[in-house]
């Protein structure tokens, strides 16, 4: 079933591996859904880190995927493949989606999809998916966090941080960021963290030890990596739960101490989103519409949109992610 539609679309697409120049726009014939997946007219792709990543030919989407990048989007749903249910043409939704954002119509499987929070624009709630879900999956299942405990995000003023701030905050927990400046301190604050530390001019751990009695945090979201392994495992508390989602600045550690892990009862796990069963993504789709869509239909949490761009200017969408100058979500707007 489908609504009457283009023969083509624009998407961007990397020539090659390399800097922000790869990235071009062409004209394509449009993509089809499948058995169990809807065709989405984009209106709002975000932009995240993992897409640089791909640029650079470090992160290549799963075997059997498109090529080109983008890992959410929102738009209208204008066809639907075999098997697809639940949504009807014209449905405002957004979508996790493995590859293919970056263009004007994109195909997501229907487990991955999730309505349009009223409270949001499709812009808005393109930026939704790839931080939810990661955010969700990882901080309250994979970290479980609970009530009452302290809870620390490092890049609070990322897309990530900016969402587990806000989640956190509001599943509640005692939050703390980490950012890179006074400005990204006080954003951190406003979005609900109670206390944010500029790692630029304090020791995180000592900062989090003074903000919890000498105990430490329950859970750490941590996307540095290697050079914050030590420091992250004396931050914890009795029983902590460190949780890796990335490694920007290194994914090798030397040595390392394995002491505080056995003497604190600790966790060390971590997760990756992109190849994940349909099943697995499916299943936290669910968790994210009974736990955390509620939050977004009244407006008390939101995704944060430092700028948008027009698709054919995605190579300064990246500019500006590199840049590491923003504040909350970059997206991509296709003018649908």
């Not at 749903?77 to 449905?91: M, Q, R, W, Y």
């Not at 349009?116 to 499709?122: D, E, H, V």
């Not at 979005?191 to 630029?200: E, H, K, V």
Request: net charge neutral; charged share 20%; glycine share 12%.
């Amino acid at each position: 079933m489908t609504a009457s539609l283009p023969e083509t679309m624009r998407q961007i697409r990397f020539s090659g591996a390399g800097g922000p120049d790869v990235l071009s726009l062409e004209t394509v014939p449009l993509p089809q859904a499948g058995a169990g997946q809807v065709l989405i007219e984009v209106v709002g792709a975000g932009v995240n880190r993992p897409d640089i990543q791909q640029r650079e030919g470090k992160y290549p989407p799963p075997k059997g995927a498109t090529e080109i990048p983008g890992l959410e989007v929102a738009g209208r749903v204008v066809a639907l493949g075999e098997g697809a249910t639940g949504v009807s043409i014209g449905d405002e939704v957004c979508a996790l989606v493995i590859s293919g954002g970056y263009a004007e119509f994109a195909v997501a499987e229907i487990g991955q999809c999730l309505p349009k929070p009223r409270s949001l624009s499709l812009i808005e709630a393109g930026g939704l998916p790839e931080n939810y879900f990661t955010v969700y999956s990882t901080v309250i299942e994979r970290g479980r966090l609970k009530a009452g405990e302290a809870f620390l995000v490092h890049g609070g003023s990322s897309g990530i941080g900016s969402t587990a701030i806000q989640i956190a905050k509001h599943h509640g927990a005692r939050v703390f960021a980490t950012a890179g400046s006074a400005e990204k301190c006080d954003f951190c604050r406003e979005l609900g963290a109670d206390a944010a530390i500029n790692y630029r001019e304090a020791d995180f751990v000592e900062a989090v030890k003074g903000l919890t009695d000498g105990n430490g945090v329950d859970v750490i979201l941590d996307m540095v990596g290697a050079p914050y392994l030590a420091k992250n495992l004396s931050a914890l508390a009795i029983e902590g739960r460190l949780v890796q989602i990335a490694f920007m600045q290194g994914y090798k550690v030397d040595a390392f101490s394995m002491t505080p892990i056995m003497m604190k009862r600790l966790t060390f796990t971590g997760a990756t989103l992109r190849a994940r069963p349909k099943a697995e993504k499916a299943a936290i789709a669910q968790g994210l519409a009974r736990d955390v869509w509620p939050l977004l239909e009244t407006g008390a949490i939101r995704p944060i949109i430092h700028a948008t761009f027009p698709l054919e200017e995605a190579r300064k969408a990246h500019e500006l992610m590199e840049s590491s100058t923003h504040l909350g979500k970059i997206m991509l707007t296709t003018g649908r």
